[in-house]
């Protein structure tokens, strides 16, 4: 909405007009005093009116909509100044630190484990009624060597990494299974049954009878180096974002946007989500500084 005050070229009442929506154009209207009819035309921020009788007759009122030479802009203090740069720096540093912890999960799933120590695995293989015996285990299309314990339970001595599995029961269908075995003690028990941890370093097989194919639930290692990764580098990024968007004041909103992304970034597991808490306190307790800043 814009007001605009004018002079009417014939008796020089000052009169003013109100403008909705576009407040450029040419716009009629009667003066107050004399009620001559009007058109006032507001072109490249001047005034100019005409009035249609009893002649034509021009005047430019050399009024322009802007704001005065000595209008004191808003300007914060020196500890406001502080205040939004500290949580700039909060979100910042939160999102840097997410983007470490993607990076270093991308490094953790793609590293070559061929040096390292052998794993002991629990391979079991069964159907809805009885354990399984004399089958083929096949990782990453090689036939394993393998102890047979007893209980559809095989031993398999392998590296750290993934691999994609297939076990090979007569009369069932063959089952496949993509998994990760991450760098562990190389005999980890569970201490009551003295098992291997399923996921971890134990993995069963739940066979069906008949010919084909089927797949079964990858676990969930094989989930995080799919997701997380890319999750946490997304998140970072809206963070990095936020940072700036904080630093210039320009959206409280977007500001806690980016901040609550940087916490969900989960940059070094714990100290990332808790800067980027720290920050969303105090951009609510400042969140004034945004309703008065300026965009030049």
Known sequence: MVK?????????????????????????????????????????????????????????????????????????????????????????????????????????????????????????VRNSTTDLENVAIIFNNVNMNYTYTGNGTYNILVAPGKYFAEIIAPEHKNATMEFFVIPQDSNLRLPDTSKGIEGTNRFTFLMKEGKGNISLEENVYVKISSWCPNLIFLFSLIGLWGAWVTYTLQSYNNAQIGAFFSVLAMGFLIIGPILGIIALFYLKKYKFLFTASFKN
Request: with cysteine; aromatic share 8%.
């Open 4 to 124: 605009i005050d004018f002079e009417c070229p014939l008796c020089n009442e000052t009169n003013n007009l109100v403008l909705m929506g576009n407040e450029y154009g040419e716009f009629n209207k009667h003066c107050k005093a004399c009620k001559a009819p009007l058109e006032v035309s507001n072109k490249t921020n001047k005034i100019k009116v005409k009035a249609q009788f009893p002649k034509e007759i021009v005047k430019n009122t050399i009024r322009e909509n802007k704001i005065p030479s000595d209008y004191k802009k808003y300007e914060m203090d020196n500890s406001h100044h502080k205040i939004v740069k500290i949580i700039a720096i909060l979100i910042l540093t939160s999102s840097l630190m997410g983007l470490t912890t993607g990076w270093k999960l991308v490094s953790f799933f793609e590293a070559d484990y061929t040096e390292s120590g052998k794993i002991n695995l629990e391979i079991v």
